[in-house]
C-alpha cells in the first residue's frame, strides 16, 4: 500500500490543548508541560483561533515576572495574535518551508477555516522519513 501521501491531514496530530484569552497564563504553561506541546492555539467560545501561546512566549512571562515581582497575568496579555496556519489538504513540503523559514514549532492544522489538529517541526521530519 505505501506510504501515507505528503498532505498536512495525513500526519498531523490531535489538538491537546487549547486556551482562552483570559486563562491564567501560568495554569497555560502547566498545561503545556504537562501535554509536551511547545505551543497551542487561543480560542474564542465559538472555537476561532485568536492567538497562539508557545514555549517562547512563555520565556517573556518569566522574565516579566521576575524584572516586576507581580502575577503574570492573562495569556491574552502575552500569546502572539499573529497565527500562521497550514490547511490539511496543503503539501507538507508548505509547512516544512514554514518551518524552515520562521521559528515556529508548531502550526495549527485548520479544515473548512476551523482547527482540526496541530502539525510540528518533528511530524514533517517523520513524514519524510517515511517516504524514504
Do not use: C, Q
Amino acid at each position: 500500500m505505501g506510504a501515507p501521501p505528503l498532505l498536512i491531514r495525513h500526519h498531523m496530530r490531535e489538538v491537546l490543548v487549547t486556551f482562552t484569552r483570559d486563562m491564567d497564563v501560568l495554569r497555560a504553561i502547566h498545561l503545556l508541560l504537562e501535554k509536551g506541546v511547545s505551543g497551542a492555539p487561543v480560542v474564542d467560545r465559538l472555537g476561532n483561533i485568536v492567538g497562539f501561546l508557545s514555549e517562547r512566549d512563555a520565556m517573556a512571562i518569566a522574565l516579566d515576572a521576575s524584572y516586576y515581582e507581580d502575577a503574570a497575568g492573562t495569556v491574552e496579555r502575552f500569546m502572539s495574535k499573529k497565527v500562521v496556519t497550514v490547511d490539511a489538504e496543503d503539501s507538507i513540503i508548505s509547512a516544512a518551508r514554514i518551518f524552515h523559514d520562521a521559528p515556529y514549532k508548531t502550526l495549527p492544522v485548520m479544515v473548512d477555516n476551523r482547527l482540526a489538529g496541530m502539525l510540528t517541526r518533528r511530524d514533517v521530519l517523520r513524514s519524510f522519513e517515511r517516504h524514504r
